[in-house]
């Protein structure tokens, strides 16, 4: 499984997501990479999935945005995790 | 190690909008000469493009604009306000905690960004810079951003 998580710079938000990303998935035992990029790079990042703000997915490419899972928090790894559970495991 | 220092963090500090409290987060890593001026305009111009996406967490916000020659070293400020303030950020606002990140290349600030999102994944740590004030609470502050925490 690959995650990108994107926001405006890609090197605030996105990197703190992933390094929790990294954390989540480590914990759980679940195989996956994750990146982080800005959104205007985003195309020439393939993934299964995407993580951004709200913002950032609605400037998300069309055929990405149903694959952009949307959080609220990219600090707390607990509502993170939450969030993601949804959609990943 | 890249380390935080206590002139990077001040407490309840007052702002009268969300540019007035980006600015002086910022001016603490101008008064530190690792960024000038022009980067905080650099931080509006972001703002003004991508909108408040940058607050990333409840009452949580990063600003940030790219690695440019307005950045003279990384650096990364920390500021709670007086009196929380919107930004905009249907979800996520009022935000009392201010943050300001610079980068030389995109890559030298990745160990303090760290420590820092290890510092406010922490609920406990949130609630105490809720009612941090004074100097003893910013050596506080400064020893458990700086502190290693488990992988």
Redesign the interface.
């Known amino acids: 499984m690959k995650i990108v998580a994107v926001?405006?710079?890609?090197?605030?938000?996105s990197?703190?997501?992933k390094?929790?990303i990294d954390?989540i998935l480590n914990e759980k035992g679940i195989e996956g990479t994750v990146e982080n990029c800005d959104?205007g790079s985003v195309s020439g990042h393939p993934a299964d999935w995407y993580v951004a703000?709200?913002?950032?997915a609605n400037?998300m490419p069309e055929e990405f945005k149903k694959r952009t899972i949307i959080l609220?928090?990219?600090?707390?790894?607990d509502?993170m995790e939450k969030e993601l559970s949804k959609y990943l495991f | 190690m890249a380390k935080f220092t206590k002139n990077d963090i001040q407490l309840k500090v007052e702002a009268s909008d969300c540019f007035d409290a980006i600015q002086k987060s910022a001016d603490l890593l101008i008064a530190s000469n690792a960024i000038t001026e022009n980067y905080v305009k650099e931080i509006f111009a972001?703002y003004k493009?991508?909108?408040?996406?940058?607050v990333?967490?409840?009452g949580?916000a990063?600003a940030?604009?790219?690695?440019s020659k307005s950045v003279r070293h990384k650096a990364i400020s920390l500021i709670t306000l007086k009196s929380p303030i919107n930004f905009g950020?249907?979800?996520?606002d009022p935000v009392f905690i201010v943050c300001v990140?610079a980068?030389t290349n995109?890559n030298d600030?990745?160990a303090l960004?760290?420590q820092?999102?290890q510092f406010?994944?922490i609920?406990n740590n949130i609630e105490f810079l809720k009612r941090a004030e004074g100097q003893k609470d910013v050596c506080k502050i400064v020893a458990l951003l700086n502190k290693k925490w488990k992988?």
């Not at chain 2, 940030?64 to 690695?67: A, C, F, I, L």
């Open positions: 926001c405006g710079m890609g090197m605030g938000s990197l703190i997501a390094m929790n954390s959104v703000t709200q913002e950032i400037n609220h928090d990219f600090v707390n790894k509502e | 972001t493009k991508f909108g408040p996406y940058f990333i967490a409840p949580i990063l940030h604009s790219r690695p950020n249907k979800e996520n990140i980068s995109g600030h990745i960004l760290k820092l999102g406010l994944g609920r992988e």
